[in-house]
C-alpha cells in the first residue's frame, strides 16, 4: 500500500482486487456436485418410505379380510347347528333368509353333500355375511356342504354264569362332516379364502 500525504493529511492508497488466477469453478463443480448427491438420497429415502407405507397399508388389508373370512366360517359352524336344530327353517317365504347378521341363499345347504372344487363368490355361495369395507359393502361368501360316516361304536357282552352264554350290547351311531369354505375379498388387493371342518354327531 501507498500512503500519499496531500496537504498535511495521510491517504490511503488501496490497489484494485487482483482476480485469482488459480480458481475456476471448483466450488460451482462442488456444491453442485453435493446438491446432487443430497437430492439422489432424498428421492431414495421417499421412495422406501412410499414402499413401506405400501406393504404396511396391504398387511393390514390382508390381516382384516382374513378376520373376516375366518370369522365367517365361525358363523357357518353356529348356522350348521341351527339349520340341524331346527330341521330346516321356519320361515320358509324370505329369500334371502337372514338369521343375525347371516343371509342364507340356500336354505337346504345343511342336507348338500360334498363340494368338490367349488370356491364360493357372489353367484356360487349357500350364505354371506355383508361387511363394510373402506366406505363399500363386501360380502364375506360360504358355501357348506358334507358327508356322512358311521361313527365307531362299542359292544360288550356278559357272560351269564355257567352257561357261558350272555347278553350283548352294542351301541353306534353316525356323524356328518361339514366342509365350510369361507371366501372374502377384502380392501385394496387383498382375497382371502379359508376352509374348515365341522363335525355333527347325530
Known amino acids: 500500500m501507498n500512503i ?3 496537504k ?3 491517504r490511503l492508497l488501496q490497489r484494485p482486487p487482483q482476480p485469482c488466477r488459480n480458481e475456476r469453478g471448483s466450488a460451482l463443480v462442488f456444491s453442485t456436485l453435493i446438491l446432487f448427491l443430497l437430492t439422489v438420497l432424498g428421492v431414495l429415502a421417499t421412495n422406501r418410505t412410499d414402499n413401506e407405507i405400501r406393504f404396511s397399508r396391504d398387511d393390514k388389508f390382508h390381516k382384516m379380510a382374513f378376520y373376516q373370512t375366518d370369522g365367517g366360517a365361525e358363523a357357518a359352524k353356529e348356522l ?3 339349520a340341524i336344530e331346527e330341521r330346516g327353517w321356519a320361515d320358509q317365504s324370505a329369500d334371502p333368509l337372514q338369521i343375525k347378521k347371516v343371509w342364507v341363499t340356500n336354505k337346504d345347504f345343511f342336507q348338500k353333500k360334498s363340494l368338490g372344487n367349488e370356491v364360493p ?3 356360487n355361495r349357500d350364505a ?3 361387511v363394510a369395507v373402506g366406505g363399500r359393502t363386501r360380502n364375506v361368501n360360504l358355501l357348506i356342504g358334507g358327508n356322512s ?3 365307531s361304536g362299542g359292544a360288550i357282552q356278559m357272560a351269564a354264569g355257567y352257561e357261558g352264554a350272555g347278553k350283548g350290547s352294542a351301541g353306534g351311531g353316525a356323524w356328518i362332516i361339514y366342509d365350510i ?3 372374502h375379498q377384502g380392501a385394496g388387493t387383498s382375497a382371502v379364502q379359508v376352509k374348515a371342518q365341522w363335525m355333527h354327531v347325530m
Do not use: T
Open 8 to 10: 498535511g493529511r495521510s
Open 149 to 151: 360316516r358311521l361313527s
Open 128 to 130: 354371506y355375511i355383508e
Open 80 to 82: 350348521i347347528e341351527e
Open 4 to 6: 500519499l500525504k496531500l
Open 121 to 123: 363368490a357372489d353367484n
Open 181 to 183: 369354505r369361507s371366501r
